[in-house]
Structures are given as structure tokens and as C-alpha cells.
């Protein structure tokens, strides 16, 4: 065997091992188990910003993990309010405070919230070619929902950055297209 074709047989050998590794860690969030959706009490479920209120007898998929998290992780953007009486429900996981719709503050799915590891650490979020630096503030739960504690809203999908009004605005995204868009994120 040729210098060459040992170094091309080890490359490739690193490039499958690398694939691999890859593929195994992508599919490595799988779904949790299952809710069922139970109808809000009358004025319990919050519909500012667009927001879903729980369907009677409809079953969410609950994770307890995110994808995993990279310099350019893949999310969706989700718009929230931190504010006292906002849809965001109760005060804020990190501080038990409520935040201004006017600083921008997010709340992670469980998994990248990590049991509270990025708790008032900013995170670089990438958007409408524009990118802001936020501060995490809150977990979006996506184990538990439908009930009072969550605004009988469903569970947080394991994708989510749910942010407020300042983020969107920073990014320059239309007011008209708040809601829900694609971004990717990353530690800052």
C-alpha cells in the first residue's frame, strides 16, 4: 500500500467515523411521551401574540431533550411576552422576575435550557440577515403543558426560541410576520 492511498484510506476513515458520530448525535433527541390537551377554564389561556390554547382530548409530544446545540443551531423563533399579564404566563424560570417586552430576553426548550445552565447568558441569534445578542431569562417546557402553570398553552416543541418583542425588532422583522420564523442561534 502506496503513502497515498493509506492517507486517503485513513481520511475516509475519519469522514465516516465523523458522519457516524454525527448521525448518532442528531437522532439522539427523541420524543418523551405524550399529553393530553385538556380545555382551559373560561379567560385561562392567554392569546396574545398568536399564542395556541390547549384542545380537549388532543395529544402533544413531550421531550425532555433539544437538538444538539452547535455555532449555527438550527431553531424557530417564537414570539412571547415577559411581561406581568403577558402570554408568557408566570414570572421567568432563572429569576422568578418579569421582564419588559422592550429588552430582549428569550426562554429555550427544556433541553437547551439544560436545568437552568444558561441562565442569564446571552445567546447570538442569526435572522432575517440581521443577529442580536439576548439574555435567557425563562425555559420553554417541553415535558409539561396545558395546565395553569403553563397558561393552558400545549408544550414548547424541543426547537424553540420563544422571544420578545425587542428581539424581533432587532432582527427587522416586519411586525406583520411576528409569530413564527427560522433562525439559528448560539452561545454568545
Not at 34 to 50: A, F, H, L, M, S
Not at 119 to 148: F, P, W, Y
Request: with cysteine.
Amino acid at each position: 500500500m502506496t503513502a497515498s492511498s493509506l492517507k486517503a484510506s485513513v481520511l475516509l476513515l475519519c469522514v465516516l467515523h465523523l458522519t457516524y458520530s454525527l448521525d448518532v448525535e442528531a437522532q439522539s433527541c427523541q420524543p418523551s411521551g405524550k399529553i393530553e390537551g385538556r380545555k382551559p377554564p373560561p379567560g385561562q389561556c392567554n392569546q396574545e401574540n398568536d399564542s395556541d390554547c390547549c384542545v380537549q382530548g388532543k395529544f402533544y409530544t413531550t421531550y425532555t431533550c433539544s437538538p444538539p446545540v452547535s455555532t449555527n443551531t438550527r431553531a424557530v423563533l417564537t414570539l412571547n411576552s415577559f411581561q406581568k399579564g403577558g402570554d408568557g404566563g408566570g414570572p421567568s424560570e432563572c429569576d422568578n422576575q418579569y421582564h419588559s417586552d422592550d429588552t430582549p430576553v428569550v426562554a429555550l426548550s427544556t433541553g437547551w435550557f439544560n436545568r437552568r445552565s444558561r441562565c442569564h447568558k446571552q445567546i447570538k441569534i442569526n435572522g432575517n440577515g440581521q443577529s442580536v445578542l439576548a439574555l435567557v431569562v425563562d425555559e420553554c417546557d417541553s415535558t409539561m403543558g396545558c395546565d395553569g402553570d403553563h397558561d393552558y398553552q400545549p408544550r414548547c416543541r424541543n426547537n424553540i426560541v420563544d422571544a420578545s418583542k425587542a428581539v424581533w425588532k432587532a432582527l427587522g422583522v416586519p411586525e406583520n410576520d411576528w409569530g413564527e420564523t427560522d433562525i439559528t442561534w448560539t452561545d454568545a
